[in-house]
Nanobody
């Protein structure tokens, strides 16, 4: 079982940037499909970005394309989400997760291990 811990959330003004980090322990996350998800109050958890185990494939939600970048550092057993040009509608709790299989259109049910989440708040 892999344990995941997110960090890097916070309060930022619209147009600003944040970099979320997800530290893994217990297993090497490079053997998994990896993803970032978010959940705003009163809304369902949604996929934000994902990357395949060999980093050959990536997925981005339409709402974040061109603004967010997912990456992983196998040596540090971490994955990241660089978020630029943030908008108030990006406000949510952000979660990292890993799963055994890569899907071209990943959804939360495809991922089996989750972090506890980190709050991102974007002020207008």
């Amino acid at each position: 079982q892999v344990q995941l811990v997110e960090s890097g959330g916070g309060l930022v003004q619209a147009g600003g940037s944040l970099r979320l980090s997800c530290a893994a322990s217990g297993r090497t996350i490079s053997t998994y499909a990896m993803g970032w998800f978010r959940q705003a109050p009163g809304k369902e958890r949604e996929s934000v970005a994902a990357i395949s185990r060999n980093s050959l494939f990536t997925y981005y939600a339409d709402s974040v394309k061109g603004r967010f970048t997912i990456s992983s550092d196998n040596a540090k057993n971490r994955m990241y989400l660089q978020m630029n040009s943030l908008k108030p509608e990006d406000t949510a709790v952000y979660y990292c997760a890993v799963g055994p299989v890569w899907y071209a259109n990943p959804v939360p049910n495809h991922f089996s291990s989750w972090g506890q989440g980190t709050q991102v708040t974007v002020s207008s």
